[in-house]
Structures are given as C-alpha cells and as structure tokens.
Nanobody, 122 residues
Framework: QVQLVESGGGLVQAGGSLKLSCAAS????????MAWFRQAPGKEREFVAA????????YYADSVKGRFTISRDNAKNTVSLQMNSLKPEDTAVYYC???????????????WGQGTQVTVSS
C-alpha cells in the first residue's frame, strides 16, 4: 500500500507559480498511475492532471492545460505538479492520488493524500 504526502502549497499572486510535490512511501510506487485533484470551497473535487506508470503519457483538465505540468520521479517516489500563470480560480485544496488503473486514477482513485492548500490572490 502506498501512502501519499503533499507539500508545496501556499499563497501566491495571480500570474505567479507554485510547485506541488507528493512523496509516496512503499516500494510499489512505480506500479501506480498518479493524479492531482483539487477541491475549491463549496465545489466538488475535480480532476486536474494524471500521469502513467512510466511517465510517458500525461493528461490534463482543460482548465489547466498549457499552464500546469505533471511529472514523476520513480527513483525518488515523487510526483510533482508545476503550476504556472496561476489564476484566482485555481484556489483550492490540492490532493495527490494514486491507483493501479489509469482509467480509475482520473475518475476515482483509491489512494489519497491529505491535501495542501493553494491560494491565488487577485
């Protein structure tokens, strides 16, 4: 079983950048597809980005395409989300997630981190 811990959230002005990291425990990290989700106040949790086991394919929500980049380092058991050109509407709690199914990781993964707050001021 993989355990996930996010870091890197904070307060940033609109147009700025942040990089979120997710550290995973367990030796089976490379078997999991990874994803980032977010949940804004009063809204449902939504998919942000996903990456395959090997990192050779990535997927993004339309709202972040071209601004966010997901990556992973299987040697270090980490997955990252580089967020550029941030907007106030990106304000949310961001969650790292994992599943052994790429299809499921984009919809309802079984493993979740505790979340990290990202606040973008206008």
């Amino acid at each position: 079983q993989v355990q996930l811990v996010e870091s890197g959230g904070g307060l940033v002005q609109a147009g700025g950048s942040l990089k979120l990291s997710c550290a995973a425990s367990g030796r089976t990290f490379s078997r999991y597809a990874m994803a980032w989700f977010r949940q804004a106040p009063g809204k449902e949790r939504e998919f942000v980005a996903a990456i395959t086991w090997t990192g050779d394919s990535t997927y993004y929500a339309d709202s972040v395409k071209g601004r966010f980049t997901i990556s992973r380092d299987n040697a270090k058991n980490t997955v990252s989300l580089q967020m550029n050109s941030l907007k106030p509407e990106d304000t949310a709690v961001y969650y790292c997630a994992a599943d052994d199914s790429l299809v499921v990781v984009k919809r309802g993964p079984k493993l979740w981190g505790q979340g990290t707050q990202v606040t973008v001021s206008s």
